[in-house]
């Protein structure tokens, strides 16, 4: 059999599983018929033990072969000759979308094994994995893109999944706000990205990572652009990967997005989805070395970041918002080694630290039972020594250092200033307009909605 034959089969089985699923688990769904609990939770594992095993094999294929670089046809599926544009699906199978493709399946793996106990009749059993099977979708289709609509595609799965599983618990009126509020700067971040989808197809004529980035395999590629627009393009990039990675500026979601399951947390912010920006800078990381302003840009980002993390995590009154922040501290140092040309380097550093966090993750609802434990063996409470920081810095600083961490760097405060009240503004002043304009045409007043009086919040919501 030809080998050919053999890649592109492998390489649709992967993808096509947790399509399979979701179609699947969302078709049951829609006829008012959803499948049972044990059911889900078996169609899942096969899903996923299909998707691991078949990822596998191509490596091992690879590895045999002596090839680095395998791509998968799917074809042309939009085609639009006017505006010469074409979307192109195409998967592709190197020493970067292998070992994440790996690490997706056995990560979403563990979670939906633990999922399936720790939902266990829960209302909202079967809706928890229909979002699981878009995630889950996403991350394949972002792992093996080999063009970049194909990863904008999976991108944007990855992004209405994390929204919706943030939002699970809709009873309650924070973790509605707190989608919405990821939502929205998922659609600021993805702007950015589309924007510089379009300036490469501009550039170049195709989307195709082998035409974006050159001549050579991953990491071997060299872009072919020139040094200004690599700049421009890589800024936007940059400004996309730190959108969905909880990068500074937009640091101040990460807390709101513990309000979903635990599972949903491990998986998402914890492991997988908090790395899909560095993941988008490796994939590109050709262009970062054509400007090296570029790859300073990406460095300080990332230092920041990092150095906001590891201070901000000190202060947190809860288990999940310390090891979100812990985790975009850990996310700011790979986005550095990406920056210094450490590719192979941040590559193990994502896989190490994706299965640390959903470790760490999974036991958190039990780390306090286990602390406690603890301290009834020792038969007295935990003592921790005072910090060199303590100890050198003057109080009056460690209190302002304080309020500064215990805020989050008031970037919510800033947010809402620089960017949410200007654009309620606008559109308000926009309303106003279109008042004036539907009074003048209709010769009377219009009529004023009904104001909606929203619930009332309760201090267990505050």
Not at 220 to 245: C, N, P, R, V, Y
Request: with cysteine.
């Amino acid at each position: 059999m030809n080998s050919e034959i053999v890649f592109h089969f492998l390489g649709v089985c992967i993808v096509a599983g947790p399509a399979l699923l979701l179609a699947l688990l969302g078709t049951t769904s829609l006829i008012n018929k959803p499948l049972g609990e044990r059911l889900i939770a078996k169609a899942t594992q096969t899903v996923v033990m299909m998707g691991l095993f078949a990822a596998i094999a191509v490596l091992v294929l690879m590895l045999a072969s002596g090839k680095r670089y395998v791509p998968v046809e799917m074809g042309n599926w939009v085609v639009l000759p006017a505006q010469h544009f074409h979307f192109h699906l195409k998967f592709i199978f190197d020493r970067l979308s292998i070992p994440f493709c790996i690490l997706s399946f056995i990560l979403c793996g563990t979670i939906g094994a633990f999922a399936s106990r720790y939902l266990h009749r829960e209302s909202g059993f079967n809706r928890f994995f229909i979002c699981y099977s878009l995630f889950l979708l996403g991350m394949i289709v972002s792992s093996l893109a080999g063009t970049i609509e194909t990863l904008f595609f999976g991108w944007e799965l990855v992004g209405l999944a994390s929204a919706l599983l943030v939002a699970f618990f809709h009873e309650r009126i924070n973790p509605v706000r707190n989608g919405l509020r990821i939502w929205s700067i998922y659609r600021i971040a993805d702007a950015a990205f589309l924007v510089a989808a379009i300036m490469l197809h501009h550039l170049t004529g195709a989307g195709d990572f082998a035409e974006l980035m050159g001549t050579g395999s991953w990491p071997d590629g060299q872009a072919t652009i020139s040094e200004q627009h690599a700049l421009f393009i890589g800024l936007l990039l940059l400004f996309a990967a730190a959108g969905k990675s909880a990068l500074v500026p937009f640091s101040g979601w990460l807390p709101r997005a513990m309000e979903g399951p635990t599972p949903s947390s491990a998986v998402f912010y914890g492991s997988l989805s908090v790395h899909l920006g560095a993941y988008l800078l490796l994939r590109v990381s050709p262009i970062l070395e054509l400007s090296p302003l570029l790859s300073l840009a990406v460095i300080l980002l990332g230092l920041v970041s990092a150095i906001f993390g590891t201070l901000v995590a000190r202060v947190q009154t809860d288990i999940k918002s310390a090891l979100a922040f812990a985790s975009l501290t850990q996310v700011g140092i790979i986005v550095v080694e990406i920056g210094c040309g450490l590719r192979y380097i941040a590559l193990i550093h994502i896989i190490g630290h994706a299965c640390l966090r959903t470790f760490q993750l999974l036991r958190a609802p039990s780390l306090f039972h286990d602390y406690h434990s603890l301290e009834n063996a020792i038969g007295a409470h935990l003592t921790q020594k005072p910090s060199l920081w303590v100890r050198i810095m003057p109080e009056r600083y460690r209190v302002s250092l304080y309020r500064f961490e215990l805020e989050r760097g008031y970037l919510d405060m800033l947010c809402n200033r620089l960017i949410v009240t200007p654009f309620v503004g606008l559109f308000r002043y926009c309303d106003s307009l279109e008042s004036r304009w539907t009074n003048l045409i209709s010769g009377e007043e219009r009529r004023e909605s009904e104001p909606i009086t929203p619930a009332s919040d309760s201090l267990e919501e505050i």
